[in-house]
């Protein structure tokens, strides 16, 4: 990878991991879900507010952890908002790819500027203890979507 591209991607992670986006409670969410990760001590917590239509109206989280796993779930409430569960699943499947083997060739085109917005986290594909970070929150949006209350990355 070229440095000037690293130093950019280390720059978007470290900027959402210090002032995170949408790092709130809701109030009176439909969904939340709790996500757990001990190798590195990384928790949060997520809230879902869904539409009438079951897509994710709105979506905010709480927590503390390490910057990738802070920047991951800030990165994560700024694209799953308006999508469908099954959109949201979708790009969960995406990214899980991506933080495992640096790309995703399986993924749709529809996903394209989704995992543009995630590139920045591929990186840990390198480090096998850093992909459980990257994907905490992708497993508790998950769990929130599917009705379960906890999840662990293990
Ligand atoms: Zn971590």
Redesign the pocket.
């Known amino acids: 990878m070229f440095d000037d591209l690293r130093d950019l991607y280390q720059e978007v992670i470290l900027d959402h991991g210090r002032k995170p986006r949408n790092f709130r409670r809701l109030d009176d969410p439909d969904r939340t879900a709790r996500g757990d990760?001990p190798m590195?001590?990384?928790r949060i917590e997520l809230f879902l507010k869904l539409g009438a239509d079951g897509g994710i109206a709105d979506v905010a989280f709480q927590g503390r952890?390490?910057a990738?796993?802070t920047a991951s779930a800030s990165l994560l409430t700024e694209l799953v908002k308006g999508k469908t569960a099954a959109q949201a699943h979708a790009l969960a499947d995406g990214f899980r790819q991506l933080a495992m083997t640096g790309t995703c060739p399986a993924c749709e085109a529809a996903l394209a500027d989704d995992m543009e917005r995630l590139q920045p986290l591929s990186g840990v594909h390198e480090f096998p203890s850093?992909v459980?970070?990257a994907t905490?929150a992708w497993h508790t949006l998950n769990a929130a979507l599917d009705g379960s209350k906890e999840t662990s990355s293990e």
């Open positions: 990760n590195c001590g990384d952890g390490c990738i796993s850093r459980k970070c905490l």
